[in-house]
């Protein structure tokens, strides 16, 4: 509305001087036009001539007063481009599109988006409903059914099982009461191959290297598995379940030592050793950093190495699924102040193969 009654103004007063002295006013427009067209050009001396609204707008009020004849002459756009300016401006006074309110939902959070899918992901036996109600109690307010459509728009199966549960998961959900065992041989320089009995923790990976032997016998193994709990002590009760595999020298005494302590025994499927991923593993490791680095000399020194690097594995190792932290560390680890009078020496570990280093004071 103001700048059409402008516009109007603005041609009512420049058509006053042109009534009195039609012939030297559209002259003098004609030099406006060209004035204003060479401020256009010089302005936007890098891009392409861009006309903005008072551009327009001062053109428009210019156009009635030069001739006809002379409009190609100096007029620099042709009439259709003016009535293509004013259909836009009359367009744009009857367009009510910036006073609408905006209808409907508002659009959901994408943190919101990414909490349901955690939450989905991370409990496969969770409905939109049981989601729905978590964010809720910080004060995340979602409907039930903007729940639903986030995990349909995601390809998420409906509750009450999504996916799995896998071995891995399922092993990984009972890691605090698992205890894996499986045997492992070493090789003396005389060419004489003798048999270690390990057991590792999964929920704390602390590893227990019961004994080493030239014959593994199923009473030997037996005798493993009670010396294993009279070791725990207390924390044998918080076993559930025994993972092995069908070696022969397991038997049933050796089944039932951990099963008079509550423990359910689980075999692995034959020549299956990703099915004790992790004890397969933790075997690996003891023969990359002990093993493979020492000569074994005798039964005597095949017993030393494993129990030295047990202490080590325990007390200090670092464990990439414990935040870096040794099976044995405590709960609150002590925080060292910057600059604190600290240093670190080393200390040797079967004979310099493995370093270890812990701060001291001076």
């Not at 989601?131 to 509750?159: F, K, M, N, Y």
């Not at 070696?247 to 359910?264: R, T």
Request: aromatic content about 8%; charged content about 25%.
């Amino acid at each position: 509305m103001i700048i059409s009654i402008l516009y109007r103004a603005t041609r009512a007063l420049l058509s006053v001087p042109a009534v009195l002295l039609r012939r030297d006013t559209a002259k003098d427009a004609e030099l406006l036009v060209l004035r204003h067209e060479n401020a256009v050009l010089r302005r936007q001396l890098a891009g392409p001539v861009r006309y903005e609204p008072a551009d327009r707008f001062w053109l428009a009020a210019l156009s009635s007063l030069i001739l006809r004849r002379h409009w190609k002459r100096v007029f620099p756009v042709a009439p259709a481009t003016l009535l293509a300016w004013h259909r836009r401006l009359i367009a744009k006074r009857w367009d009510y599109s910036h006073r609408r309110r905006r209808t409907g939902r508002p659009p959901t959070a994408a943190a919101l988006k990414k909490l349901v899918l955690r939450l989905a992901r991370e409990n496969p036996q969770w409905g939109h409903r049981r989601i729905q109600g978590e964010p809720a109690r910080p004060g995340h307010a979602l409907a039930p059914s903007t729940v639903w459509q986030i995990l349909h728009a995601a390809g998420i199966d409906p509750a009450p099982r999504r996916t799995g549960p896998s071995r891995r998961e399922f092993l990984t959900a009972q890691a605090e009461g698992i205890i894996a065992a499986d045997f492992f041989h070493i090789g003396t320089v005389t060419g004489r191959r003798l048999y270690a009995l390990a057991f590792l923790e999964l929920g704390t990976r602390k590893l227990h290297i019961t004994g080493v032997t030239a014959h593994p016998t199923a009473q030997w193994a037996t005798q493993q598995a009670r010396n294993l709990t009279a070791d725990l002590g207390t924390r044998v009760e918080s076993l559930r379940f025994v993972l092995r595999d069908r070696d022969s020298k397991y038997i049933d005494s050796f089944d039932g030592v951990f099963e008079a302590e509550g423990a359910e025994v689980l075999l692995s499927a034959p020549r299956a050793p990703r099915m004790n991923a992790h004890c397969e593993r933790v075997i690996g490791t003891i023969r990359r950093e002990a093993l493979d680095q020492v000569l074994i000399m005798n039964k005597a020194h095949a017993r030393r190495v494993p129990a030295e690097y047990q202490e080590h594995y325990n007390s200090h190792r670092p464990h990439r699924s414990r935040d870096q932290q040794p099976p044995q560390a405590p709960k609150q680890l002590p925080v060292l102040p910057v600059g604190a009078p600290y240093r670190l020496p080393r200390t040797r570990i079967l004979g310099g193969v493995i370093n270890q280093y812990q701060y001291v004071a001076y």
